[in-house]
């Protein structure tokens, strides 16, 4: 396990750096003028020449990136271009607003996406697995801003059992949560669904039940364990993705996480601000991923990873 943590570490480090280049490049491409926006329309030329002098411009992009990732090495994000605060203070302040929605879109995805599988997968052909597919497809394909001002107008506009939106307690967050929760059921629903019927077809598993043992203990001490690793690994996806800031949902619902700081960065071309988060989301998913390797091998200490 030790040289398979190593390996997976030496790999997340290219990754970040492949993730930091590529972003880079990116934004350096982009006809926008940050110097423009920062000094704004009415600027004269001279002011903005000064502006894209003083925040570093004018270099060429391989200097402008070495002097960046010199200074991530040492933890430094650089400073917003628009708000002239470091870029480290911003991000920190929008980690526990999205870790909360996070929580609570991860939990709902495994409340309704597991059980909903698992009845599907015990009742294969009939009724109620036509009908959990249905539900899965219709989850797993509907956009996101669509779900979300739907959950909106009907239970906080039309119903009142939740506020429209902003940040606040659980019923603030519940509504955000659901709209991620839904879409992620559907994919849960049908991978669990998928991995139950295979696992169900194996030996052991006929065996267990010609020694006469009931069906939910079958299900529970024999196959769901076995079923598991495709679940432990979305689950690592989904932690690493929400926490990167989930840009639509929080607009919708004014959620003032990560997705929201990015989008407005984006708005205003303010470059450091935009690769800090791309850089903070490409920690949190690799760790994320690393995170559910390690539980499934040691969950089950024959799985292998190259």
Known sequence: MLTFTASRVLQSLGVLLVASVFTFSLIFLLPADPARLVAGPSASVQTVNSIRQELGLDRPFAAQYALYLGNLLRGDLG??????????????????????LMLGAVALELLL????????????????????????????SAPQFWLGLSLVYLLAYGLN??????????????????????????????VIRSSLLEVLARDYVRTARAKGLSQSRV????????????????????????MG????????????????????????VDIPVIVGVVIFSAVVITLANLLADLVQLALDPRIRYS
């Open 79 to 100: 400073r917003s271009y628009k708000q002239q605060t470091a870029v480290r203070p911003l991000i920190a302040t929008r980690v526990w607003p999205t870790f909360q």
């Open 113 to 140: 996406g597991l059980p909903l599988g698992i009845w599907a997968a015990l009742r294969r052909g009939r009724w109620p697995d036509r009908l959990v597919m249905g539900f899965a497809f219709l989850g797993a």
């Open 245 to 268: 800031g989930v840009v639509v949902v929080e607009s919708v619902f004014g959620w003032p996480g990560l997705g929201r700081l990015v989008w407005d960065a984006i708005r205003v």
């Open 161 to 190: 059992l939740f506020p429209l939106g902003g940040y606040g307690g659980l019923s603030h967050l519940f509504l955000p949560a659901l709209t991620l929760g839904l879409g992620g059921a559907g994919w849960y629903a049908r």
């Open 219 to 242: 299900v529970v001490r024999h196959a769901l364990r076995n079923a598991a690793p495709p679940i432990i690994s979305m689950i690592g996806l989904d932690i690493g993705v929400f």
